[in-house]
Nanobody, 125 residues
Framework: QEELVVSGGGLVQTGASLRLSCVGS????????VGWFRQVSGKEREFVAA????????AYTDSSQGRFTVSRDNAKNTVYLQMNSLKPEDTATYYC??????????????????WGQGTQVTVSS
């Protein structure tokens, strides 16, 4: 059974850091683009960051650029999202997902076809 296992969320104060992990169980993550997304209740799921399967530069939003870093450890079949300088507006449920889309489409949520469960990140002010 293939599965993406997401962990690392929690409750932190403004300015703190968290590292989220996305582990592929039965799915080799290096073969895919891996994206990170977040969702607040009542709102659409939004793209946060992605790492490309072809080794190209990671993709970020204006909000995540400079604060968040996405990386891979192929030996552990894991993709990480390092989040620094967290703000209350980063509070959401975070998800990882895999996709096989072309490199230019890694920011498109609809192009990801396999999703992990979410992990809650809460940043208090």
């Amino acid at each position: 059974q293939e599965e993406l296992v997401v962990s690392g969320g929690g409750l932190v104060q403004t300015g703190a850091s968290l590292r989220l992990s996305c582990v592929g169980s039965g799915r080799t993550l290096s073969r895919y683009n891996v994206g990170w997304f977040r969702q607040v209740s009542g709102k659409e799921r939004e793209f946060v960051a992605a790492i490309r399967r072809n080794g190209g530069p990671a993709a970020y939003t204006d909000s995540s650029q400079g604060r968040f870093t996405v990386s891979r450890d192929n030996a552990k079949n894991t993709v990480y999202l390092q989040m620094n300088s967290l703000k209350p507006e980063d509070t959401a449920t975070y998800y990882c997902a895999t996709g096989s889309q072309i490199s230019s489409a890694v920011t498109l949520t609809r192009m990801y076809t396999y999703w992990g469960q979410g992990t809650q990140v809460t940043v208090s002010s």
